[in-house]
């Protein structure tokens, strides 16, 4: 099967650049489909889009589409200049063969807002790189002394081009605390003027592990969430979490971090401060595992007599199991 792959994202800093690059990878090593990368897919079997931006409207062959949230839906004021371009895409949405979702939170949402039925869209979760695991001591003063961080210190990691006010970065940054906030990510001049944080920019896998590894907690305060890379980047990293109990991550994380009320940030940064090692290992769920759901989604996409096979796919994380 020649799978046409739509990796234009793969240069993004953000979640969705991680999915592509991570994903891309893994398909790779796998011998049931060739994949190739264009947003052109006349001489393919299958498109896969794995962003909203690439959702072709009239696409010539099976098109699969990967969701990752529907936060310019949900959250409409802060996109009023491109919500036009977002209901193009998500009418293109509409027509895909197949929806991936990386969370059951995703899929009813998908479901219920976009009208999509649930056969035609299939849960797969996303999981740490390879390359983000607990580092050496050495490697860890290394990062500090590169990057002037304290011994001690709570991190927060996400991309701060623009102001995302669901991530509610700036309302952390103005917590009060005990421990300084390293902030993790390519900043944008607005992030700058954020009161008593520490901005690192963006940083390599290793320096980006290294980090991880050597903060106190991940606190992670998003009132809303599609999947939350960062806490399972940080629990693979042997760092405790600490996040806002919104749908997605209490189904992600399910046990493995604390979870503590949206409009309580000062709870937040107290549980934070109080986490202790060890933290609990990341769930069992890798990129390789992703790419096989995946070309399992493919197959099905290419052939309409399975559309009603994949309510639930044969390969997912134990802890995103839903209950028939």
Do not use: N
């Amino acid at each position: 099967m020649k799978v046409a792959y739509d990796s234009r994202p793969a240069k993004c800093t953000h979640g969705v650049g991680r999915y592509t690059r991570c994903l891309l990878e893994a398909l790779r090593d796998l011998e049931e489909c060739d994949v190739v990368e264009t947003h052109q897919p006349r001489r393919c079997d299958i498109f896969h889009s794995p962003w909203l931006d690439g959702a072709m409207p009239r696409c010539p062959v099976p098109m699969v589409v990967t969701l990752h949230d529907l936060a310019p839906l949900k959250h409409r004021g802060q996109y009023l200049r491109s919500m036009l371009r977002f209901k193009l895409r998500y009418l293109a949405v509409q027509r895909a063969t197949r929806v991936i979702v990386p969370t059951y939170a995703v899929a009813e949402q998908v479901e219920t807002v976009l009208d999509v039925p649930f056969e035609r869209i299939a849960v797969i979760p996303e999981a740490p790189a390879a390359s983000l695991y607990a580092r050496s001591a050495e490697e860890v003063r290394d990062a500090r002394d590169r990057f002037a961080l304290p011994e001690r210190y709570l991190v927060w990691v996400g991309a701060m081009q623009t102001p995302e006010p669901r991530k509610r970065v700036a309302a952390l940054a103005r917590t009060a605390r005990s421990m300084p906030l390293v902030l993790v990510g390519p900043a944008a001049p607005w992030a700058h003027e954020l009161p008593d944080v520490i901005l690192t920019g963006a940083v390599s896998d290793d320096d980006l592990a290294a980090i991880y590894t050597g903060a106190h907690a991940l606190v992670f305060p998003s009132d809303d969430e599609g999947f939350g890379l960062p806490p399972v980047e940080a629990l693979a990293c042997g760092t405790p979490v600490v996040a806002s109990d919104v749908p997605a991550l209490r189904e992600v994380l399910e046990g493995r971090a604390t979870l503590g009320a949206v409009d309580d940030l000062d709870g937040l940064i107290a549980a934070a401060e109080s986490a202790e090692r060890p933290a609990p290992a990341p769930p069992a769920w890798t990129w390789g595992d992703a790419a096989r759901a995946t070309s399992l989604v493919y197959s099905e996409a290419a052939d309409e007599t399975g559309l009603c096979q994949i309510a639930r796919p044969k390969h997912r994380a134990p802890a995103l199991v839903k209950d028939a």
